[in-house]
C-alpha cells in the first residue's frame, strides 16, 4: 500500500514545489519559461487567462498522444503531475504573497529556477510528469 502512495504523494510535493515558484517568482517578475509552461506564460502575459486553467488546456492534446504511445501508466502519472500543478497553482493564485525582489532580476531567476528544478526533479523521479513538454521528451 505504502509503495503505491508514495508516488503519488511525491508527485502531489513536486507540483507544489513547481507552482509555488511559477507563481511567485516567475509570473510577478514577467519571466519567461520553455515548452507548454512558456506558452501559458505568454498567455497570461497577454490576456489574463490563469495560468491554472491554461496549463489543463494545453495539455489535453497531448495527453491523448501520450496515452496512445505509453499507455494508462504513464497517462495517470502525467494526469497525476498536471492536474496537481493546476491545483497547486489555483492554490497560490488565490494567496496573496509578494517578494521584493524587483531591483534583483538575477536572484528571482536563480531562485525560481531552483523551485522549478527541484520542483520538477521530484516529480520526475517519481515517475511523472508535469504534461507539455515533459510528455514530449519522453516521447523522443
Not at 38 to 63: A, D, E, H, Q, R
Not at 90 to 105: S, V
Request: no cysteine; net charge positive.
Amino acid at each position: 500500500m505504502i509503495r503505491k502512495v508514495q508516488p503519488i504523494i511525491t508527485i502531489i510535493f513536486g507540483a507544489a514545489i513547481y507552482a509555488f515558484g511559477l507563481t511567485y517568482f516567475v509570473v510577478p517578475y514577467h519571466l519567461f519559461e520553455g515548452g507548454a509552461t512558456g506558452i501559458t506564460l505568454i498567455t497570461y502575459y497577454l490576456f489574463k487567462i490563469p495560468v491554472s486553467l491554461m496549463n489543463l488546456l494545453i495539455n489535453i492534446p497531448l495527453f491523448i498522444w501520450a496515452w496512445k504511445i505509453f499507455g494508462s501508466k504513464t497517462l495517470y502519472s502525467s494526469l497525476l503531475g498536471s492536474i496537481s500543478l493546476s491545483i497547486w497553482l489555483a492554490i497560490f493564485e488565490r494567496i496573496p504573497l509578494q517578494f521584493d525582489l524587483q531591483g534583483d532580476l538575477i536572484i528571482v531567476a536563480l531562485i525560481s529556477g531552483v523551485l522549478l528544478g527541484v520542483g520538477l526533479g521530484i516529480i520526475f523521479n517519481a515517475g511523472g510528469t508535469t504534461g507539455g513538454s515533459d510528455i514530449v521528451a519522453r516521447i523522443l
